[in-house]
């Protein structure tokens, strides 16, 4: 079975400073895991995906993630935020038997303090 | 002009009545899913299809049917409305080949139930 939790429901950065959001899963397989954002009243957009080629994975906007089989984690950070980071993130974990369905953490807010 | 499209955005019914979101794709996806996203829960998958003729339940399927009219379009009905099927509604599609684990979402439908 795969699961994924996504460890803080909200988190707060002031404007500059880095962002950490933090997500482990579950998998009986090689996973994918993916990062989406949605702002506020609009759809999900992919931010990146990890396949199992580079650990270390580059998204839009400056933010990227890095996979870590031992900690089973692949938490998203950015060096510096911006305001318009403002929204709510989403680690997925993908690649059961095939069917490429998806299992949605519960999301992360992240609010940015100018 | 947006790959995935959903309507209506938005949508307030009664309790009871038949309600139809539809979604059409322009990216020549095979494969089209339907989830909702109430707060704090993250995205839950209802169905999904893998072609025309190929539709599957997903986790939470009680409640709603889909139909499959063609590979472009995939339509959720909720046959007899009730509350607690307020949310937020959300189509998404996925390819074949190298980015067949990557699904893209449309812009999402707010439905309420009184």
């Known amino acids: 079975a795969q699961s994924v939790t996504q460890l803080d429901s909200h988190v707060s950065v002031s404007e500059g400073t880095p962002v950490l959001l933090r997500c482990n899963y579950s998998s009986s397989y090689s996973p994918s895991l993916f990062w989406y954002v949605q702002h506020p009243n609009k759809g999900l957009q992919l931010l990146l995906k990890y396949t199992s080629a580079a650990t270390l994975v580059k998204g839009i906007n400056g933010f990227e993630a890095e996979f870590k089989k031992s900690e089973t984690s692949f938490h998203l950070t950015k060096p510096s935020a911006h305001m318009s980071d403002a929204a709510e993130y989403f680690c997925?974990?993908?690649?059961?038997?095939?069917?490429?369905?998806?299992?949605f953490g519960t999301g992360t807010r992240l609010k940015v303090l100018a | 002009d947006a790959d995935v499209t959903q309507t209506p955005r938005n949508r307030i019914t009664k309790t009871g009545k038949r309600i139809m979101l539809e979604c059409s794709q322009t990216k020549g996806h095979d494969r089209m899913y339907w989830y909702r996203q109430d707060p704090g829960l993250g995205l839950r998958l209802i169905y999904y299809?893998?072609?025309?003729?190929?539709?599957n339940k997903g986790e939470i399927s009680d409640g709603y049917s889909v139909s499959r009219q063609a590979q472009a379009k995939f339509s959720l009905s909720l046959e007899s409305a009730i509350p607690n099927q307020t949310a937020l509604y959300f189509c998404?599609?996925?390819?074949?080949?190298?980015?067949?684990?990557?699904?893209?979402f449309g812009p999402g439908t707010r439905l309420t139930v009184l």
């Open positions: 998404a599609t996925s390819g074949r080949g190298g980015d067949q684990d990557t699904q893209y």
């Open positions: 299809s893998f072609d025309v003729k190929d539709i």
């Open positions: 997925v974990v993908s690649g059961s038997s095939g069917t490429y369905k998806y299992i």
